[in-house]
């Protein structure tokens, strides 16, 4: 069994920071991708930002310049530092891993269980 547990988030004000963490537990070979989603009340989940276990990232366009995603592959572990934080960033913050289980299985996503993340103006 796969799981997904993000930590981190919380109330900030306006031009704040917070760091994000999601750790990857389970019986795993191997983890892909990993991002960043988030969903305001009312609206669709929306990407904020991915990385291939190569580096390789991209974000949202809202977000470009103030947030950066990371990963520790060692340990299974991957993080959104999240700087000038904007009242519009406020959303519930999803982490998803690309995860494959056995050398010769696809990839299978995965989703943590969410955290809050309050930016008061």
């Known amino acids: 069994q796969v799981q997904l547990v993000e930590s981190g988030g919380g109330l900030v004000q306006a031009r704040g920071s917070l760091r994000l963490s999601c750790v990857v537990s389970g019986s795993i070979f191997s983890i892909n991708a990993m991002g960043w989603y988030r969903q305001a009340p009312g609206k669709q989940r929306e990407l904020v930002a991915a990385m291939i276990r190569g580096g390789s990232s991209n974000y949202a366009d809202s977000v470009k310049g103030r947030f950066t995603i990371s990963r520790d592959n060692a340990k299974n572990t991957g993080y959104l530092q999240m700087n000038s934080l904007k009242p519009e960033d406020t959303a519930v913050y999803y982490c998803?891993?690309?995860?494959?289980?056995?050398?010769?299985?696809?990839?299978?996503?995965?989703w943590g269980q969410g955290t809050q993340v309050t930016v008061s103006s």
């Open positions: 998803n891993a690309d995860v494959k289980i056995r050398w010769y299985q696809e990839n299978k996503g995965y």
